[in-house]
């Protein structure tokens, strides 16, 4: 038999696979169903370490559950528009399109040497018409049933990429994509009405138990639900009232001063034609470059002015200065706050600073001491300066103060969130047109559906420079307005690539179906996704959204289930000298050459056994060696075997090393089985059938007569068991063993129960409690047996020499402990 060649068996099983089509699935099936998904990559044209671990994480659950007898559904495309194709365009004068096109024909073929199990017939990439279609057709639904909306606001501007951001997209201040400092525009763009889900959203982490906490803890953050009340204090001489929101009504009393956001829209007329005017100006331009992150920082100082104006507690009836200020932002609950420095630390550094009234209306203990100096009190306690709720606790008084903001009519108790609406339009090329038509009569009028797709033009230009390229088009720009049929002019913006990726998932379903995104029977076939892996990093905006999606789907009667995602599983990052893997830091492994000198089988197995998923992976290239070694170790075991005719072998009677083999093969099929179905732990997976690889040496080499079936059930478990990890050299050894069918297709071993039971077991003699010697016995030996087994132990009796034995304590089945003096 040859070596080990990892090119010449890799490239025979993948085109086996793809001419045999066993991974394609169709619905038609007795088999119940499973849908494993991997994140969908951008085509940026070559795959990295991250790629390979996410796939080949993905892989081994689709490979496993078929053998379990799944009908699995494993399909893979490309989230394919976006900025990377417009840069090139701009820098290199090539379309996005040809870019696009060419990236994926690459990435596609480095994907295939890895022989991943796909379903290639259902791949999809979404900047195809015939995706992008879907999508507009999709936001039209959306429009109809008015969660989709334009509005004019300040929003997040990116000057490099001269477009707008997501507040999702603002990391610490910068652009997420490029880095440059963020500021504000005042632009009119479209929103998806996501905060009308945001409760459902929210409850419904609860009915996702196979979820990673930490990641609904940080949904959770993000949409951010607070309890509280709207209060309305009495602008004292202007017959306008500020509504604050609070958490805390219960520290009412302790309010000693009033903040507007200074964009508030009540902010002009309080200082129209008076002293503060420029003042307060001068602060509302000095803050208009400044991200609301950074505004709201907490090591950022706070600041304000005062507006020359009061207004009235509505409770205590005590009169109040209104400012403005830098930590009270626009855009959340209603732009404006009742400060209490005595319980609020921003609060209280602002109070300090500009020397206003610290009121403490909450004390730690009953008697009423309160002590605030530089350090506000934020817990629970017992109220004081508070007239009739003096005494009681906080938790008491916060129900009887809201009731009684409420009888008097100054306010109702009201939920907020911090979840805003979905900002979806970029100024871009490379990307779904948004399907509207501007028209000067009828306004703006959504394209019909039988006009669908709204295709992105080729005859753009592409400076970099100014407003959307699709501008630079005349037969995009003109378009007859659906409605009274006189020229109107198309939306230029497109939209955010999140839109795109929102619904992939449900695409494959039914990718082929030119009548609807996808149907209903197919999608409920396949939904939800069993079992869905990517990266950390998506935590938030991609899950997000796409839950959104889908419970927008469910109510729009399109689909069945309220959450697309029924297991998610986080996977760590690809690590080289403890940093993560990346070009900037030059401390890339290529996949490509990885695979070009051990294979795709050693590269697959590299990364599932070098950690569990989830955990970050170091980069080893001695753990390559290592597993490439293991592969050949295999190897060699069943061309020996071949070549020596040793599963021919008979024997008669079976002795106690063919029962610990029979013992190590089923007991390592009973432990691969649990560790694949519960826990993906890969690695120990991974180590317990090395270790019956080892054991099956051993047996080779030790066994006095070599049972040639026992042999044989040992070499085929270990191939069987490797399949999912490393499938090509799996497939070749099940081929040279005689098999006729590919393993691909053959069931997953089941361990036979009375192989693990063990007749003999080992117990432990000890003397004075010290370790003499362990011997087996059988599993049937009653207390007096064992007792007079070790009595006459040689090493027993050894340690006893001359001295008494006082007592004798047997542990049936685990020890007998010989107390002597
Ligand atoms: C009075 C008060 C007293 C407050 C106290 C807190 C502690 P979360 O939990 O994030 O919802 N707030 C309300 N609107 C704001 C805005 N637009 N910009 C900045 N701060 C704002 O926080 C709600 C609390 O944050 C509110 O409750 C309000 O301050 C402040 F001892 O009101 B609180
Ligand atoms: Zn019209």
Redesign the pocket.
Known sequence: MDNYNTKQVEKKWQEHWDQNKVFTVSETTDKPKYYVLEMFPYPSGKIHMGHVRNYSIGDVIARYKKMKGYNVLHPMGWDAFGLPAENAAIKHGIHPDNWTTQNIKDMKEQLKLLGLSYDWDREIATCNKDYYKWTQWLFLQFYKNDLVYKKESRVNWCPSCETVLANEQVVSGSCERCDSAVGKRLLSQWYFRITDYADKLLKDLDALPGWPDKVKTMQGNWIGKSEGAEIEFKIDGLAKNIKVFTTRPDTIYGATYMVLAPEHALVTELVKNTNFEETVNEFINKLQHVSDIERTSADTEKEGVFTGRYCINPISNKKIPIYIANYVLADYGTGAIMAVPAHDQRDLDFARKYNIEVIPVISSSIDGETNIENEAYTQDGYMVNSEEFNNMTTKEAFPKICEKIESIDAGKVTTNYRLRDWLLSRQRYWGTPIPI?Y?????T?PVEEENLPVQLPIDVKFTGKGLSPLTTSETFMNAK??????M?KRETDTMDTFVDSSWYFLRYTDSQNDKLPFSKEKSKYWMGVDQYIGGVEHAILHLLYSRFFTKVFKDLDLLDIKEPFKNLLTQGMVLKDGAKMSKSKGNTVSPEEIIEKYGADTARLFVLFAAPPERDLEWSDQGVEGCYRFLNRVWRLVAESIEKDLFKRTKEDIDSQDKELRYKIHSTIKKVTEDLDTRFNFNTAISSIMELVNELYKYKEQSKILDGNLFKNGIETIVTLIAPFSPHIAEELWELIGNKTSISNLAWPEYERDALVKDEIEVVFQVNGKLKNKVNVSTNIDKEELEKLALQDEKVKLAIGEKNVIKVIVVPKKLVNIVIK
Do not use: D, Q, R, S
């Open positions: 038509i028209c000067e009569k009828c306004g009028v307005c659906p409605k009274c049929g006189i109107g």
